[in-house]
T-cell receptor, first 112, second 113 residues
Framework: DAKTTQPPSMDCAEGRAANLPCNHSTISGNEYVYWYRQIHSQGPQYIIH???NNETNEMASLIITEDRKSSTLILPHATLRDTAVYYCIVRVHYNQGGKLIFGQGTELSVKP | SQTIHQWPATLVQPVGSPLSLECTVE??????LYWYRQAAGRGLQLLFY??????ISSEVPQNLSASRPQDRQFILSSKKLLLSDSGFYLC????????????FGPGTRLTVL
């Protein structure tokens, strides 16, 4: 699976959009980009995933560059409850039994 | 709807004692199951995964073992705990044939003294 690079931490003002970047320059054509988040002392929570088209759901939007070497997770109106560690994971759909390999993620702090 | 349970929620054990953590999934059948560990700070490490009853794959050599005695039950064990086994243990499952999204349990926080 392709490796990802994320900034270790970011701040965002409450009510503003939070844009979390992820670099995955070695991504292969059949690898998806997944985003999970982990609120302190809880299990990770799935947010969104995509292959090459931009995706949106009730939680967030995922913007993938045309060359697929990077992506951005957008939380349109961040709240204090969005404070968490956000993980970008790149892998083949249902690879090797569906394993997820987590990196260090980005610690997002939403401030009032 | 599907739910995943883990127990106990917290556990304090002395070094050298045995360990048994349990994970069960409700509302689905034949899931893939996973055990992760999170040591101090962030960084989840995949320990074991299982694609069926009695089928266990180990990701890293360690002091722990896993078993899957029933379709929706996944157990993490140790015969003798080490200090380094302290951490936050998370169980997860995946629904086959879906979007391949993993769903995590609430976790067990283990402290080995």
């Amino acid at each position: 699976d392709a490796k990802t690079t994320q900034p270790p931490s970011m701040d965002c003002a409450e009510g503003r959009a939070a844009n979390l970047p992820c670099n995955h320059s070695t991504i292969s054509g059949n690898e998806y980009v997944y985003w999970y988040r982990q609120i302190h002392s809880q299990g990770p929570q799935y947010i969104i995933h995509g292959l090459k088209n931009n995706e949106t759901n009730e939680m967030a939007s995922l913007i993938i560059t045309e060359d697929r070497k990077s992506s951005t997770l957008i939380l349109p109106h961040a709240t204090l409850r969005d404070t968490a560690v956000y993980y970008c994971i790149v892998r083949v759909h249902y690879n090797q039994g569906g394993k997820l390999i987590f990196g260090q993620g980005t610690e997002l702090s939403v401030k009032p | 709807s599907q739910t995943i349970h883990q127990w106990p929620a917290t556990l304090v054990q002395p070094v050298g004692s045995p360990l048994s953590l349990e994970c069960t999934v409700e509302g689905t059948s034949n899931p893939n199951l996973y055990w992760y560990r999170q040591a101090a700070g962030r960084g989840l490490q995949l320990l074991f995964y299982s694609i069926g009853i009695g089928q266990i794959s180990s990701e890293v050599p360690q002091n722990l073992s896993a078993s899957r005695p029933q379709d929706r039950q996944f157990i993490l064990s140790s015969k003798k705990l080490l200090l380094s086994d302290s951490g936050f243990y998370l169980c997860a499952w995946i629904k086959r044939g879906s979007t391949d999204t993993q769903y995590f349990g609430p976790g067990t926080r283990l402290t080995v003294l």
